[in-house]
């Protein structure tokens, strides 16, 4: 059986569209298991150059972006969790990061780039 250029390139990225939501399905289910989170960059680092050049590189860069943000928020939300502050980092944190996963897998599911002209 052979295949065209353009079939494996839309197999590819239909395997590619997998593995990033899957990588939400995993930052999602960090809120019970943690290293689900650990996993979930693990993963968009390893398979970073897959997507390099294609609409999905985006949700990567979103998804890696989400991880650090949400570690610094979270060390200094322990950190400060002594003078009450901290909590309340903690809170806002989790807050954000619903809202990050939530955008990421709509904008996912509708084929869309997370960067494009307008939108941050």
Known sequence: MNLSASQIDADNSDRDKHITLAVYALQAISFLFVITFL?????????REDVRGSWLESHFRWQIRTFWFSLLWVSIGFATAFILVGYLLLFANAVWLIYRIIKGWLRLSEGREMYSSGNG
């Open 39 to 47: 996993v979930a960059v693990i993963i968009n680092y390893v398979k």
